[in-house]
């Protein structure tokens, strides 16, 4: 099975290889082995440091099954970043030479190998640079007067994490570039691993950071099907789990090439009804996927890029346009190396037109890119058309700049461990180590030549700078980053998230942040519902029930309203509850004030109608004194409804029941006397009667008196054990106070009522017996309808009373006296006034005694 297919199994056999032995300085017989000539570039130099690149990369890795000889596999597209950063290693090396500050008398040297993004060629070059040979030899160095003081690289995190397993093992330094992954970080499996890029989880959290300040809390996640994205797919995870952003899918892309898994990955994103994803891949497996979905014509999605794919070129192509315009993600912190540009023309030069620039004879560079065989002398008038612009274009270079901090982070390194005096040192009791025969250096800390402090935490991890890129359609049709923000974790809060929302652009041209979200917010006034069985990010909005609010979007739940407030009906604030009595001031106050204070004035006029005609017979007749009674009686009755309206006082909440049960108690007794004098003075003038002794106005008025007293010994009894009181009912009507009274005893308020319908009910029966009695002007038929009324009025108040609340209960007990008050003095009265001034010849004791009527009794 080719190499490029079992990886992981080389790279574990490897493993269980050099831990069993120890490196041997000596030369072995197996160093002499035919080489496999290895793809790189080499230079002498008293220490070496080695470096690992993805030059060049397969376009696809098909799938074998194992079933047939596979193919074969080679590198055949040349990446001309990867190539930009090996230049760069070269450029750093070269330039520490000419330093007679740093490393003097230090020549460094390389040995460069080209991965082919390929786990297995990677641990070959390594252990090229490690045994000294390109046929490697584990556990043998072939070559100790020129130690290997570290190696730059991997870009891939996959395959440096394979590397670090090895180079851990010999306790060798490794400086990446490009790989992020968290678990590199861990000292315990990587010892010796340290990177010039911030770590995966610094990595997570700014993703989550653009991800909240744009409001997308529905995403996606595909990453590619290795190591590298599965361990980055867990740190994103863990830091949305901190978030209220959900996943809607997560999906992975297949390392070796399959249509079948690419089609299912696209008709994933195709039905998802998420708009923002998060891709951690390379642009080698994400570049099937776009290509996919751009011939599915799916558009309209919102692309969040990683480290490895935000600043990629090659994906700037015509057909991808319309899918990748609008992406947003995260790069690595960019700086322009002086001198960098040039040294890249030189060398770029050379590659472009088959030729070499004069080289001093001392120069003991060799490269394996077709430029051994160039005999042709460059000349500087080749054709330029022929070159790539944007290789040159290093102040936008950014893993390039992490190329050139880690080879100087070594320098330094080694620079640190030169000048070391004995006992000052870093390691064990302060000795120093020999720079010749280094296995492990110290951590250094140095500022490069921009100024710029560069440094590695105790996890190896660089400080963490990124900048937010956004890819904009330009123009001429094309695609082309921008830098729109920078995320400094080292900034102090408020100044380490910036970005410029004014200079975005999304897909489609628009300037308007796209939404992504399952569900779309609740504004103020609702409260988020969770839909079983679906992630938190997808709810219903509810409502706010009634003295509940929510100020604020999203909110969880609704906040109760104090004790003295209510809820808007938006549900969004809380306002006063409105205040309520019956108001002298409102309508319904008023009208019921007017009427009282007018009824009152009838039984004052027929009291005085009475008084003026106090000797005519009809008058006299129907017992004048307990009429003058009961009219002043009902003349109160009126009256004393005006105290059930207004604000209720303390005062007036004890006068209002207590005024009424006893005036009333009054005007039942003066009608329960009259009927009782009806029925003895009819049967006192029957022969040999009995009932002669108590014709007379003291019967009536013992009557009176005795009725009225037990209601006020009742009403007495309860103002002083438990009276009425104001109070602010808050809880009968929604989003009102209503002062009312509150009876004290509802036991003694029914009671009142029960003793007063009692005497009501006494009326009616004697006065109902003696209906039939003869007379011209039989006053117990009135009486019978008066007593009727009150009590039909008072029946009816009951469930009114209980039915209603705050001035509605006060209207109806107002409405209750009224009405009673006005049928005792209908019934029993308006006869009576309508003989005294409409019939007067009915008015007279011929006519009285005539009919057979009794007189004065």
Known sequence: VQQTLASKMISEMLLLLLLSATVSENTQPGCNLQSLKPKGVAKHGDIIIGGIFPVKVMDFVTENLFMEKPEPQSCKRFVLRAYRWLQTMIFAIEEINQNSKLLPNITLGYRIYDTCRQVSQALEGTMWMITGKEEPIPNYRCEPHSPLAAIIGEALSGITMSVARLLGVYSYPQISYSSTVDLLSDKHQFPSFFRTIPSGILQAHSLV?????????????????????ELATQSLKQELDKTHICIGFSETLPTIYSPERIHLVAEVIKRSTVNSIVVISSETYFFPLAKELTGQNVTGRIWVATLDWSTSSSLFQHDQVSLLTGTIGIATHKSDIPGLKDFLLKNFWEEAFVCTWPRNVTDQTTAVYDLGDAIKLCTGKEDVNKLNISFFDVAESRITYNVYNAVYAVAHALHDLRVCKP????????????????????NVRFKNKLGEDIYFDAEGNAPALYDIINWHLMPDGTLKYLEVGRIDFSAPPGEDFIINSSALMWNGGQTQVPRSVCSESCPPGYRKAARQGEPICCFDCVFCSEGEISSQTDSTD?????????SNSARDKCIPKVIEFLSYKEPLGATLASISSLSSVIPVAILCTFIKYQDTPIVKANNREVSYLLLLALVLCFLCSLVFVGYPM???CMLRQAAFGI???LCVSCVLAKTIMVVIAFNATKPNSNLQKWVGAKLPN?????????????????????????EENMKSQPGKIIIE???GSTVAFWCMLGYMGLLAIISFIVAFLARNLPDSFNEAKFITFSMLVFVSVWLAFIPAYLSTSGKYTVAVEIFAILA???GLLACIFFPKCYIILLRPHMNTKGYLMGKGTFNNY
């Open 209 to 229: 950071r653009l991800l909240r300040h744009f409001g997308w809390t529905w995403v996606g996640i595909v990453a590619v099907d290795n190591d590298f994205g």
């Open 423 to 442: 006992g000052e040192g870093p390691f064990e009791n302060g000795t120093c180590a020999d720079i010749q025969y280094l296995e492990q250096w110290q």
């Open 558 to 566: 609704c906040l109760k309203c104090p004790n003295d407030h209510w």
């Open 650 to 652: 303390m005062i007036t």
């Open 663 to 665: 005036i009333f108690a």
């Open 702 to 726: 013992s009557v009176v008196f005795i009725c009225t007293m037990l209601q006020v010994i009742l009403c007495i009894a309860w103002l002083t054990s438990s009276p009425p009181f104001p």
């Open 741 to 743: 009274c509150n009876e």
């Open 820 to 822: 009673s008050s006005a």
